[in-house]
């Protein structure tokens, strides 16, 4: 838009400006990205973020610490509460359309005393989450892409081939580049693509959900899959029930967050003080029906229970619905073939997930360092000059993600600790606007479209609460006893990093750090 956004006229006002990109210079901004993403482009970047299949890979362990029942019933308990985070968080989108969107929102919302601080907890939340998610896509989609491998070549009792911790390195670190390439180009590539993807998702996940079911040759009762109750803990090390019941329930902790990646692109979108919160809430409720439906024909599936985790079975006990899977079609037609597909339908899942994190991550990056935030952020917030992306911060995103996934090589529990980095930072900045949200006086409130009125107060402190459980439960150890290779090196990661950006607070950034900078010249009476 260049500079002549910052002297709209009135007739630019009633007949050329879009209603959020009005909002925007309100707030200080001027549309520097190019605003083109229709509604259904927003949903399906949204929907892409949050992915029916997302949770495949924590379905085997969940299962095994409490049982199906715990698992099933968990993921409705886990959808009841993330309505409340969902709504609190579409009004606030409403109000402020912003790419800075959470730690915007908490800048403004907490006043001027306390806005930089707490917009400043909230960023270094959101880029913690961001970047860290774009690892745990990588780790899904190299875990499925090894199992399409092992079956297709054979399997455990065929001479498969089953990569290295290597090789799965090399594919972790080809699903973050190239997904960084893809971001380089316009943001319409993307939004093409995750069209692309929330057919395939629908599609395929309907196609998973409907035929696994009918393959089985023989399929659970319900009473197994809503009433059975087991614990495992000659194999988790975990005796106490409601502590099995937790870490059963983290998966749909993990699978039902990233709805606020339509807020990072309200300065993308038109009428985005609309457009976002109907995107974030209409991929809550996709994923929540789709998600369900997923677990339940994976549960309902299940041939031998115990089989499932052998490391002599097919599938050498790696990935528990790959071994599901495979049971339905070798059972029924003698050969994986019908299985390798699914997997593949599972694997894109991925794929496109992490296309849309790391869009989303890099926002989080552009927003930060436009507002001064990030060290040597003049780098980080340039704008690629021809597709209008921060093509620097996409880059950025994808070097870290490599970096804090190269432990890989040595752990086994990598995957953990990288979801848990990822949810505790990315659902506790969801915490910090919702709870100013909660405390501000509602005089200070400019409401969006979508008004919550005097609903705001019981719907914000139950989402405050939940996301502090949500947190605390990933901070959790997740195999006992505690060793070096069973270490959920989460907690450890998180502290220090928080230690670090407190530190950095105390004792240089709340001298210069203010919040969102506005680029806007508003004093002539225009906005």
């Avoid at 949770?55 to 308990?77: D, E, K, N, Q």
């Avoid at 309505?83 to 579409?90: K, L, T």
């Avoid at 180009?185 to 998973?208: C, E, K, M, R, T």
């Avoid at 069973?486 to 990093?497: D, I, K, R, S």
């Amino acid at each position: 838009m260049g500079s002549g956004v910052e002297h709209i006229s009135m007739d630019q006002k009633a007949f050329g400006i879009d209603s959020a990109e009005k909002r925007l210079n309100e707030l200080g901004y001027k549309q520097e990205l190019r605003r083109e993403m229709t509604f259904f482009k927003t949903l399906a970047i949204t929907f892409s973020s949050m992915a029916v299949f997302i949770g495949t890979p924590l379905y085997g362990p969940s299962l095994r610490y409490a049982g199906p029942a715990s698992l099933i019933w968990g993921w409705v308990v886990v959808t009841f509460f993330t309505w409340f985070v969902g709504i609190a968080m579409a009004e606030i989108c409403s109000s402020f359309p912003t790419t800075g969107s959470l730690y915007f929102w908490a800048a403004h919302l907490a006043g001027p005393k306390w806005g930089p601080f707490a917009s400043w907890c909230c960023a270094w939340l959101e880029t913690i989450g961001a970047v860290s998610g774009i690892g745990a896509q990588a780790y899904s989609g190299a875990q499925a892409l090894q199992m399409i491998i092992f079956l297709a070549t054979g399997n455990n009792k065929g001479g498969g081939y089953f990569a290295s911790r290597g090789v799965f390195l090399c594919m972790y670190m080809g699903f973050t580049i190239t997904w960084a390439v893809l971001n380089s180009f316009a943001l319409q590539v993307i939004a093409f693509l995750d069209i692309i993807s929330i057919w395939w998702q629908v599609i395929g996940g309907l196609a998973v959900i409907v035929v696994l079911p009918l393959v089985a040759q023989q399929t659970q009762s319900a009473s197994f899959v809503f009433t059975h109750f087991e614990t495992s803990p000659e194999a988790t090390g975990i005796s106490s029930k409601p502590y099995a019941v937790i870490l059963s329930v983290l998966l749909s902790n993990y699978c039902l967050y990233g709805y606020d990646t339509a807020a990072h692109l309200t300065e993308e979108t038109k009428g985005a003080d609309r457009t976002g919160p109907a995107a974030i809430l209409s991929s809550i409720g996709i994923i929540s029906v789709m998600g369900w439906a997923y677990y339940l024909a994976l549960t309902f599936s299940i041939q031998d229970f115990n089989y499932l985790y052998d490391v002599n079975n097919e599938t050498a006990g790696a990935l528990v619905p790959a071994q599901i899977i495979y049971d339905a079609f070798q059972g029924r037609y003698h050969n994986s073939t019908g299985a390798v597909v699914f997997l593949c339908i599972i694997w894109g899942s991925f794929f496109f997930c992490g296309l849309s994190v790391t869009a989303s991550a890099a926002r989080v990056v552009y927003a930060l360092s436009r507002d001064k935030g990030i060290p040597f952020s003049p780098i980080w917030r340039r704008i690629h000059p021809k597709y209008k992306v921060p093509t620097n911060a996409v880059w950025l995103c994808a070097t870290i993600s490599i970096i804090i996934g190269l432990p890989i090589l040595k752990l086994d529990v990598v995957f953990t600790a990288i979801i848990s980095i990822s949810t505790i930072g990315w659902v506790g900045g969801y915490a910090v606007p919702i709870f100013a949200r909660l405390v501000m006086a509602e005089k200070n409130f400019k409401p969006g479209p979508f008004y919550l009125g005097r609903a705001r107060r019981p719907i914000c402190l139950v989402a405050f609460l939940w996301i502090c459980y949500t947190c605390s439960a990933f901070l959790l150890p997740t195999l006992y006893p505690i060793q070096w290779k069973t270490f959920n090196y989460a907690p450890l990661a998180v502290g220090m990093f928080l230690t670090l950006i407190m530190l950095w607070w105390a004792f240089d950034a709340r001298k210069w750090f203010r919040g969102p900078v506005r680029n806007i010249d508003l004093r002539n009476g225009h906005n």
